[in-house]
């Protein structure tokens, strides 16, 4: 096979991926700037706007509310996966409790006497 044919679809894929690279990506998370004051909202419009009159203290503030945005959700539903499975494991254990306790309690010949009681039963009940 020639490498002219191999390498191809490769190219061609790299142009039609170009424009999506050239994009620009919004950052992910949610900017907690309600409730501020106007002094406040406009320190932050200019930092989202990249303004020369941006203070540092109030991009970092805005870059950690928008991480704990983004991380939030990511550790709430491990925590619910880590107590599912604590949960099916509690379980689980109960289950073999349950059956190590039965099977310690196991006497053979006992169940042939409850099959007697159960014929006596019925024929009881016939009558």
Request: glycine share 4%; charged share 30%; with cysteine.
């Amino acid at each position: 096979m020639n490498r002219r044919t191999f390498f191809a679809p490769l190219f061609a894929a790299s142009a039609v991926a170009a424009p999506a690279a050239a994009q620009i990506m919004p950052d992910n998370g949610i900017d907690f700037g309600f409730f501020r004051s106007r002094q406040e909202r406009r320190a932050r419009e200019a930092c989202e706007k990249n303004l020369p009159e941006c203070r540092a203290d109030v991009r970092r503030q805005m870059q950690d509310e928008k991480s704990i945005s983004l991380l939030t959700p990511w550790i709430l539903m491990g925590v619910a996966v880590l107590g599912a499975l604590l949960y099916a494991r509690k379980r689980e254990k109960e289950r073999q409790r349950i059956k190590k306790e039965a099977q310690r309690r196991h006497v053979p010949g006992q169940f042939k006497d409850l099959d007697k009681m159960g014929d006596q039963r019925t024929a009881a009940d016939q009558y």
